[in-house]
């Protein structure tokens, strides 16, 4: 009997050991343990600042850990924070490569990223490069990165090339998303073409702040005499922070891909610029969501 209680004492001890193995690196158990507990903290909002938390100590005993890169940079993309995202991916990036190891998901990652950053021919580049990979990645990647492509190329307003996407992860895959996103492709072509004259609007993102306790989560102007927490009213003057994109129409939140669709680019603000407001618009749909979108109509585009 105390034979049968040792050998299943031993099996349990081997069988612990595998669960806590890192797929990819000879990594310490412990740290292994705290990386699975980080991506259970990073489905809850919440509770993100806790996961970045634990993986940035996991780091600081193991830099080169590409989990915790990996997961690092999904939590700062869950906070907006896309710099840092792409700075975090990119050093999973490195160790990926630096290592061979058999992930090709960081691609597509990064392609997201800069997709949401608004570098569309970044994101373009590192799509196109996950997409070249289709052949050595699971189907829940490829699809992933079918979706992206397809959602690129809306954006970019390229609907042809949208399309082609979503149509192979939907021939492929089966994917309800992609069959989503496809109809928004469509409609969105439809309105495209019967609108009668192009708008000579001028939109920008001004940022995003609490509604409670005015601190800015993301800002991309100063409020000319006022304070940093002011939010712009019209016939105020704004001085840009950074590079700002401006587009012909507002952004239009969809509940289908759970982003905004936004019109053409028309031009672009530099930091320094100024530039006069004629409309404030809050747009997140979502009226619980603690934070306020804020975008901004243009009187003009600074000269060049």
């Known amino acids: 009997m105390l034979k049968l209680i040792l050998l299943f004492l031993f099996a349990s001890a081997l069988c612990t050991a595998e669960q806590v193995r890192d797929p990819y690196q000879n990594v310490a158990p412990e740290l292994v343990k705290k990386v699975d507990l980080a991506k259970e903290k990073q489905v809850d909002r919440s509770t993100v600042k806790?996961?970045?938390?634990?993986?940035?100590?996991?780091?600081?005993?193991?830099?080169?850990?590409?989990?915790?890169?990996?997961?690092?940079?999904?939590?700062?993309?869950?906070?907006?924070?896309?710099?840092?995202a792409i700075k975090t991916f990119k050093e999973a990036e490195a160790v990926r490569f630096g290592e061979n190891i058999p992930d090709n998901s960081i691609l597509t990652s990064l392609g997201w990223a800069y997709l949401l950053a608004g570098n569309f021919d970044m994101a373009e580049g590192y799509l196109k490069k996950a997409y070249a990979t289709r052949d050595e990645n699971t189907a829940t990647v490829n699809e992933r990165t079918?979706?992206?492509l397809g959602y690129l190329y809306l954006r970019k307003r390229q609907p042809e090339e949208a399309r082609k996407y979503l149509k192979e992860a939907i021939d492929t895959f089966q994917s309800v998303d992609a069959a989503k996103l496809l109809k928004l492709v469509n409609d969105f072509?439809?309105?495209?073409?019967?609108?009668?004259?192009?708008?000579?609007?001028?939109?920008?993102?001004y940022g995003e702040q609490a509604k409670v306790g005015e601190n800015w989560m993301e800002r991309h102007f100063n409020v000319q005499g006022g304070n940093k927490t002011s939010v712009p009213k019209p016939n105020d003057t704004v001085i840009a922070l950074d590079n700002v994109t401006v587009r012909n129409r507002p952004p239009v939140w969809d509940n289908e891909i759970?982003?905004?669709?936004?019109?053409?680019t028309v031009g672009y603000i530099k930091p320094g610029d100024r530039v006069r407001v004629l409309q404030v618009l809050d747009s997140n749909p979502n009226p619980t969501d603690p934070n306020a979108y804020y975008f901004i109509r243009l009187s003009h585009l600074p000269k060049q």
């Not at 073409?193 to 708008?199: A, D, F, G, N, V």
């Not at 759970?258 to 053409?264: H, K, L, T």
């Open 50 to 84: 806790q996961a970045e938390s634990l993986l940035s100590e996991v780091l600081k005993q193991k830099p080169d850990y590409y989990r915790a890169l990996y997961n690092l940079g999904l939590a700062y993309e869950s906070e907006s924070e896309y710099d840092k």
């Open 146 to 148: 079918l979706y992206d």
């Open 189 to 205: 072509e439809t309105s495209d073409k019967t609108e009668s004259e192009p708008s000579d609007e001028r939109w920008a993102v």
């Open 258 to 264: 759970q982003d905004y669709i936004v019109g053409a």
